[in-house]
């Protein structure tokens, strides 16, 4: 990258961090996606981001499909660089923002992958809690499974959010936007005995933490030691699918919407800013579908 791009990175760097108080997860990808942009404009000898034009980002993303990244992926930097453009523009050092009417790749229709309510009290059952880690882990599981938060939400739980009084815990979600959502038995009851025997174990006595979830070493857990955790107890007990956090927040909505829930409800619990985004949970399992038609067909 050009010294005046690396600058201009820099300041958009510091622009997300303390104005959108993004997640370094965004921070890390838009910071990667830019820098591949820029990358891309040297080896093909194009002009800086200052004199770029949507034919050279048109010709950007043909070079993404021809070297075959998902459309997903594609549409993820694209949105990247438009946030850029954006920031960009409105510091006044470039004339307009070239990927603001770049052409965004159709999205694939999928739906989300869920547990089944059996599936998922069988998983749970099953989760071994004798030692401190066991019981860190089935407190995270459980506590993902009760609440349908976020993996990086997740990771940055401290201790004082959790409100036992209510049954609820605060949420920090995207943007920082904080909303309450009650966490039930099966999940207080986890996290009770793992800050009762299992977190003063792992914390450091010398440098305690705030932070819920400690790690071996009394550090606070990241996303992706979550996500290992979740892996390692799924292969555990011998469950035949793959499963993620998010999947397990799939879960949470589906099944909460399968038992009759509004879906502005499972809206504000999900911290979504849009409606059209808990939509996709709508869809229902085969064993619903047969058990409503059976219920209320008058020929059934």
């Known amino acids: 990258m050009e010294s005046e ?13 303390v104005e959108r108080n993004s997640s370094k997860w965004t921070i890390d990808h838009y910071t990667k996606d830019v820098e591949q942009f820029c990358t891309f404009l040297s080896q093909q000898g194009l002009l800086g981001i200052s004199e770029t034009t949507h034919l050279e980002v048109r010709s950007y993303i043909s070079t993404l499909v021809d070297r075959r990244y998902a459309r997903r992926t594609i549409a993820r930097k694209l949105s990247a660089l438009r946030s850029f453009g954006k ?3 409105r510091e006044q050092l470039v004339k307009e923002n070239p990927f603001l009417h770049a052409h965004l790749p159709k999205q694939e229709e999928r739906l989300p992958r869920f547990l089944y309510e059996e599936e998922m009290d069988h998983w749970l059952t099953a989760l071994p809690s004798e030692t401190a880690l066991e019981k860190r882990d089935k407190a995270i599981i459980e506590l993902l499974y009760a609440t349908g938060i976020r993996v990086s939400e997740c990771s940055m739980l401290h201790t004082e959010q959790l409100h036992w009084t209510s049954g609820t815990i605060r949420v920090f979600g995207k943007g920082r936007k ?4 009650p966490f039930g038995k099966e999940a207080e009851t986890s996290l009770n005995v793992y800050l009762e025997l299992g977190r003063p174990k792992l914390e450091k006595q010398s440098e305690p933490s705030t932070h819920l979830f400690l790690n071996y070493r009394g550090g606070p857990l990241t996303d992706r030691s979550i996500r290992k955790i979740v892996e390692k107890r799924m292969r555990e007990a011998a469950m035949k699918k793959s499963i993620s956090p998010h999947d397990i927040r799939h879960s949470f909505a589906t099944h909460l919407l399968n038992a009759g829930a509004d879906l502005r409800t499972v ?3 999900l911290g979504h800013q849009t409606l059209r985004t808990t939509q996709v949970y709508t869809h229902v ?12 067909h008058p020929r059934a």
Do not use: A, G, M, P
Request: charged share 35%; aromatic share 26%.
């Open 285 to 296: 399992s085969k064993e619903r579908l047969y058990t409503v038609y059976k219920d209320f």
């Open 87 to 89: 920031f960009l523009l």
């Open 5 to 17: 791009e690396r600058l201009w990175l820099n300041w958009f760097i510091r622009y997300l961090e």
């Open 178 to 181: 904080e909303r309450y959502v």
């Open 267 to 269: 809206q504000e619990l």
